[in-house]
């Protein structure tokens, strides 16, 4: 499921930056993203916010604000953030209590001009999105969908080893057409050199 994930956050991109080469402004692309859904309680988790900017004319006095469930903020400031240059604001935190570490968005805020107030605003997605696209409408995304998993450790390696199957899974089922032809071309072979092997004992 990952790699489509990331196929899919590689077509936004660029989706998001043809279309913003038709504008002169800037336009701030924000991204928040999470080191693992699932988190063992009283272990670390690591947030990730990238600033980009995708328009024609640098972003003036960018700050990036996150604010997390105990009321607390993280941010990071850049004085300018000219076309195709990103910002990232990282940082961890230490969910403690079993459930559901409720995430919300990023707000980015920036202005036009260099001395101007910092009016315009831009906001990151929401954490697990993309999985509740990939898993479709009919599916009940509430469970999941803007949080991290706090679990137990039995849990956590429960998941994690399906994982590691899920992935051997895929592996082979890639594998299996890559070498299809291979083992084609290697059948025809043996039956060429036994053709060759008979007509050598007929003489």
Request: glycine share 4%.
């Amino acid at each position: 499921m990952r790699w489509v994930i990331v196929v899919f956050a590689l077509f936004a991109f660029m989706a998001v930056g043809s279309l913003a080469q038709l504008d002169t402004l800037p336009f701030l692309f924000v991204s928040k993203s999470v080191s693992d859904d699932y988190v063992v309680a009283g272990n670390s988790v690591e947030f990730t916010v990238t600033v980009y900017n995708y328009g024609q004319s640098p972003a003036m006095d960018v700050t990036v604000t996150d604010i997390l469930v105990d009321g607390t903020t993280r941010t990071k400031r850049v004085e300018m953030l000219s076309f195709g240059e990103s910002a990232v604001l990282k940082y961890t935190v230490i969910p403690k209590e079993l459930g559901n570490y409720v995430v919300g968005v990023a707000e980015v805020t920036y202005a036009l001009e260099k001395g101007k107030p910092a009016t315009h605003r831009a906001y990151s997605n929401v954490i697990r999105e993309s999985n509740a696209h990939f898993l479709g409408e009919k599916y009940d995304d509430e469970s999941f969908r803007g949080v991290v998993s706090v679990v137990t450790r039995e849990r956590y390696d429960r998941l994690h080893k399906r994982y590691v199957r899920e992935i051997v899974a895929y592996s082979i089922l890639c594998v299996i057409p890559a070498l299809f032809p291979f083992f084609v071309y290697r059948a025809e072979q043996n039956q060429v050199e036994l053709l060759i092997r008979r007509s050598k004992l007929n003489k």
